[in-house]
């Protein structure tokens, strides 16, 4: 009977369906091959994969963080959704930003676990089994995992490439069945660094009340627009308040993507039920990152300072990747990015794919970058270069891409 | 259209099941009442709700942190499963603890938000829809949510008041059915302390192999036991190795709650699927967390005499509330815990539901209590008390239940 039992494996039987249907988002697993390879010892890795700024955390937040321990709350659990300073300096600073009437801190606002927690507690409240959410392709690759993750059946509609990605209002209406609940996108756009006109925006918030869909709009790159471009959110238009959720993040304004620290609003009716979902994952979000929140927002001039900085240093990155695609001749085709930090960058290498391609990328020159097939059915083909990174990385990254390139000729 | 919109709420239909069927655990319910009835004003709120230890962090772990604050990659994600020198750390200790053979810690250990992420990750990995989970009652009031949130059906074994709370081996067969998927359970217990004895976890281990079910153990206070009473993993057993999830914590033992810290280990072939889930659901731990943990974990004889230490004071503060519900005289009836931090008390008032009970020594004397039936099914008519807090605040709370309890008769 023991030595059964020791030689029987996990069945596939026994994991759940949901489990088995949905994936490490390749991202992830482009971080966990690198640090195989980084184990292997040789030249030093080039990370232009997940999306982490350069910048360090603003030391007005650090000083914060060191204070906190000497208060003996931060040890403790959190009320479930949040601080309620933290929740306000939140509601506050939407009304602002968004332009909103009267945000309920208390029952509006709820703190999660990064943003990633907030879209999760959104999908798991609103969709059942077999409910479809669209998604744009290409888009980012933990939404489509999300969704399947919670029953949900991603439904694609296909992004302009060559008009800089914008949305294609009648393949998007196609996309829609009695079945659809929702619409789910990063606005600026991960992986393509679209940033949504004002005009899209309202059309899309006419979509979604024509149908009747939930907006789950992930904020997290609000702050992260080039060229004095707007960034204008759903959540700023009257009448959408019943069917907007907010997601949003600390992680890249403030350099805090290892807090895992953001936030979601909607209406209470909503945010009622998201929490229940949150208390089921994760009881609170961690103590001393919603300090850390806290020392963000309260401190307005030196946010400001330390945000204005890193627009500036990603705005510089982004002239100085396109510059170095540019150089690689007809290689690599791209849409230069209108916010966020990542570039999704077609190459011209029809032997691999893009997951080959990453992979060999990674294995010859130890550069990362993730595959394009992570975003969607139409990501294929192409890359996804984070330029959040360093300048000196980037020249590096693109010294060793420029031989490696010449070396496939 | 406009005011349409505006009046119409949210309606039911449009929320998903899987939240319509759960609710925020009486736990924090009454953490937020009782946030509500401090911002009223009066006399200080005495806490015998959620179970947070009195003790602060251990500054040797404060000082990791403020150190890591000088270490880049703190602000940035981990890994998603967690740092490699964490799950290092985790595998050589529960090798030593738990007396299990070779963990490798990249495919067999995960890095979580607190227990209660691990315990999400396994049920969504294990269960689907319709799936039954064997839970005790009374048991902890957050895994019935996690089940019921994942699609799962509690069925609850009764266990023997009269005899602490010792498993029902009858009843235990008896919620078996060819949809049982899963047996989960904290041990030491919450709420009543009880420790399972190696025989019980060697008939609950013949069980499980028995009826082919994941054995989920949450052993958030492995640490915790009174009276020299040992504590069993089942994990220790052989034979177990492709059936335990083994959820932990660094919340309780190194009075680190708030940073939100736990972790899974199990065979590969199921962490490999809980690891997905993960990835959806949060990304990563927090990096500041895991540094916390490693501080933790590398610094034996200092980790040993801070949890030493709180043991004592749990230890003292159990003999003190016992003496305090004794004098109380027979309104109270209690089983002494054998670890843990939490006492399931019998009350004699059967004017009032647990519930009723609990808002009404809330709002009559401030005083923080859990009601029995967020417990589980035999959990009405006691009321759940943590004596995680300082003996100061117990004596406190009692002089205050005293008179009142003499005002009722």
């Not at 993507?257 to 609003?265: K, P, Q």
Request: charged share 25%.
């Amino acid at each position: 009977m023991k030595t059964d039992l020791k030689k029987k494996r996990i069945r596939t039987e026994n994991i759940s369906k949901r489990a088995q249907n949905i994936s490490v988002s390749l991202i992830k697993e482009m971080s966990m091959l690198a640090d195989a390879v980084r184990g292997g010892g040789g030249s030093r890795i080039i990370p232009f994969g997940q999306g982490v700024p350069y910048f360090d955390t603003p030391e007005y937040i650090k000083r914060e963080i060191i204070e906190s321990l000497q208060q003996k709350d931060t040890r403790a659990y959190t009320l479930m959704p949040g601080i309620n300073e933290l929740r306000d300096l939140v509601a506050r600073r939407l009304e602002i930003t968004h332009a909103i009437k009267k945000i309920d801190s208390r029952r509006e606002v709820m703190i999660t676990v990064g943003c990633q927690e907030a879209i999760a507690c959104a999908l798991s409240a609103v969709i059942d089994d077999g409910d479809e959410v669209i998604l744009f392709t290409p888009g980012f690759a933990s939404h489509i995992q999300q969704v399947i993750h919670f029953g949900g059946k991603p439904k694609f509609a296909t992004l302009k490439e060559i008009d800089n990605w914008a949305i294609d209002f009648v393949k998007l209406e196609k996309a829609v069945t009695k079945k659809t609940k929702a619409i789910l996108f990063a606005n600026p756009a991960n992986p393509t660094g679209k940033v949504l006109t004002v005009k899209e925006v309202k059309l899309l918030a006419a979509f979604a009340k024509k149908h009747d869909l939930f907006i789950i709009s992930d904020e997290t790159y609000d702050f992260l627009t080039y060229d004095g471009i707007p960034y204008f959110s759903p959540a700023s238009l009257p009448g959408v308040r019943n069917r907007i959720i907010v997601c949003g993040s600390f992680s890249k304004k403030y350099a805090l993507t290892g807090y895992r620290i953001g936030y979601a609003f909607a209406e209470q009716g909503i945010t009622s039920q998201m929490m229940k979902v949150h208390d089921a994952l994760v009881i609170c979000s961690p103590a001393i990152s919603q300090k850390a929140a806290i020392a963000a927002l309260k401190n307005s001039p030196a946010s400001e300072k330390s945000t204005a900085e890193f627009v500036k240093g990603f705005s510089e990155n982004r002239e100085r990747i396109c510059a170095r695609l540019d150089n690689l001749g007809n290689f690599f085709s791209y849409q230069k990015p209108m916010g966020a930090y990542y570039i999704f960058v077609k190459y011209d290498y029809p032997k691999l794919d893009s997951r080959q391609m990453a992979q060999k990328i990674l294995n010859d020159i130890h550069v990362v970058v993730i595959p394009g097939s992570a975003f969607g059915p139409t990501g294929e083909n192409h890359l996804r270069f984070s330029f959040g990174g360093t300048p000196e990385d980037i020249d590096e990254g693109f010294n060793r891409l420029d031989k490696w390139v010449a070396s496939l000729r």
